[in-house]
């Protein structure tokens, strides 16, 4: 009987092509070039493991950020400013506000009692040894207070080229390196044209300068002039990059130039409305259809304060109205 004879069947022939591939997939990320590399799918991980973003003051500062506060001169951005960082550091924060706006015989003037937190540092140049680079004198004078928060009021004090794209890029830039370098809250006042004088909704293009300055800051809060009533402002968010937008052109949150009760200089909240309602009509008619909207109510027998919240206007215009 002839032996069988068993046929071994052949390995199959590697594919190196395929079995390159498969190596090349699962490579892990590396770092290079002085930059972190990671999945995508590890960065949306490291991300959900994040803490919850901090609101230092609703809607306006969130910690971490670099934001914008902005509006016409004259409109009150250092009073509004100023409120917002006593606010922030009453809850604890060091704060620190870079003032190239007033001197110290306007801030007396403003502010009548001395009863900020002791943790509100103000910081004004010194005029017999100013710092060659403004900016390096912010990051000193910051981080010899241990500032968790800086204020600059205003960005002009640190560029007068700020229509520059390449100088506006390069300030930006040096900012945000400052804010991830310190981790520090950033705030900086900021003009607008005048052609923004309250007839025209507030946007990111209402900030003063380079089109760079909208695209490298996360927040960007407008102050407009109510056309309704002159001791009114309306705020409003345009950019809002870690957060949803509240205050949008239906929802601006109101605020009255008043005294507080300590005489100092202040912004009262007032309530929500449209922005629409508060820009500039620029008619006559629409002042007397107002007037006699308050004199119609009045004789309703509606109280003026139900009157001011009722036309959106403040209750001293209400009275100056009723009286004229």
Known sequence: MDKLIKTIPKPPETDYILSSFHELQEQG?????????????????????????????????LEGDLCIIFGQSGIGKTIFAMQVARDIAARGKRVLYADF??????????????NFPPTFFRAEMDMEAPAGDVLKGIEAAAVTNMAEVVFIDNITALSQSLDKSSDAG??????????????????????????????????????????????LIDDAVGLGQSSRDKSMVYVKQCKWRNGEVVLDADNVALYERTMNGDG???????????????????SASGRE???AKVKELSSQGMKQQDIARECGITQSKVSRLLNS
């Open 264 to 282: 100092n200089l202040c912004f009262t909240f007032r309530g929500y409305d449209t922005e629409a309602v508060h820009l500039e009509t620029a």
């Open 170 to 215: 390069s300030l930006m830039a040096s900012l945000n390196a400052l804010k991830r370098k310190y981790n520090w809250t950033l705030v900086i006042l900021n003009h607008v044209p005048k052609m923004f004088s309250g007839s025209v909704p507030l946007s990111l293009s209402a900030i003063q300068g380079s089109a760079k300055l909208n695209q």
């Open 289 to 291: 259809e107002l007037k």
């Open 29 to 61: 990320a590396v770092d290079a070039g002085g930059f972190h590399v990671s999945s995508m799918n590890d960065c949306v991980r490291r991300g959900k493991s994040l803490p919850p973003v901090v609101v230092l003051y609703p809607n306006i500062v």
């Open 101 to 114: 706006e007033m001197t110290l015989r306007q801030l007396a003037l403003r502010y009548e009692s001395p």
